[in-house]
């Protein structure tokens, strides 16, 4: 009973580091959706993407930031250059039949990066 | 104004006692209402979702939708201490694909 997976768990990365989380999506599961969630605050939306699709990028920072979900293998997410307020839980979430109002998101247990 | 909104707490309720959670949402075109559950350094856990106006129950979750009023709610009964986590209330709209979190409302279920 393969859930969503993400790896790694946790990610320690110096300042000017680049960072890549990755995201396994439920199995027959073909959407993937990125989350921040900052200490002590709600999840904000980053991206949604489909297979070699990005739908919807419009909670992602301009600079620095960037996520694909290929034919094959995982979706990356991957921060450039990063800076101590990157520091955050990355979560990923993953949806079988997207555009359904019904549409449920199961979430993966979180990359926690940490920005020395 | 923020998109969904929930009180932050903390909230703290008797063990036995009923919960009540509370959200608003600003855009009168969301379809879907979610409810999760997330313990401290955990993952979001969906509770309960909702569509229609009026109320949903599962077990000793009640989630409750009006519409009119834009305003969704979970009632959590025979709270026990294993509730205790931060409630997570979230809305999607049918012109948008992504889901819109509220930041959260933290339940303490004191013994």
């Known amino acids: 009973n393969a859930g969503v997976m993400q790896n790694p768990r946790h990610l320690v990365r110096r300042r000017g580091q680049e960072a890549r989380l990755r995201c396994s999506p439920m199995k027959g599961h073909s959407h993937v959706y990125w989350y921040r969630q900052l200490p002590e605050e709600g999840l904000k939306f980053m991206v949604y993407?489909?297979?070699?699709?990005?739908?919807?990028e419009s909670g992602m920072p301009k600079e620095r930031f960037s996520a694909e979900f290929p034919k094959e293998g995982p979706s990356i997410l991957r921060i450039q250059q990063v800076v101590r307020g990157d520091s955050a839980a990355y979560f990923c979430?993953?949806?079988?039949?997207?555009?359904?109002?019904?549409?449920?998101?199961?979430f993966g247990p979180g990359t926690r990066l940490l920005v020395l | 104004q923020k998109e969904v909104e929930q009180n932050s707490g903390p909230l703290s309720v008797p063990e036995g006692a009923i919960a009540s959670l509370n959200c608003t949402y600003s855009?009168?075109?969301?379809?879907?209402f979610f409810w999760y559950r997330q313990y401290s350094g955990k993952s979001p856990e969906l509770i309960m979702s909702?569509?229609?106006?009026g109320d949903k129950e599962d077990g000793r979750f009640t989630a409750q939708l009006n519409k009119a009023s834009q305003y969704v709610s979970l009632l959590i009964r025979d709270s026990q201490p294993s509730d205790s986590a931060t409630y997570l209330c979230a809305v999607k709209s049918s012109s948008a694909s992504k889901i819109i979190f509220g930041s959260g409302t933290r339940l303490s279920i004191r013994p």
């Open positions: 909702i569509y229609s106006n």
């Open positions: 855009d009168r075109v969301s379809q879907s």
């Open positions: 993407l489909q297979k070699e699709n990005i739908i919807d």
């Open positions: 979430a993953s949806a079988g039949t997207s555009g359904s109002y019904q549409e449920t998101q199961y």
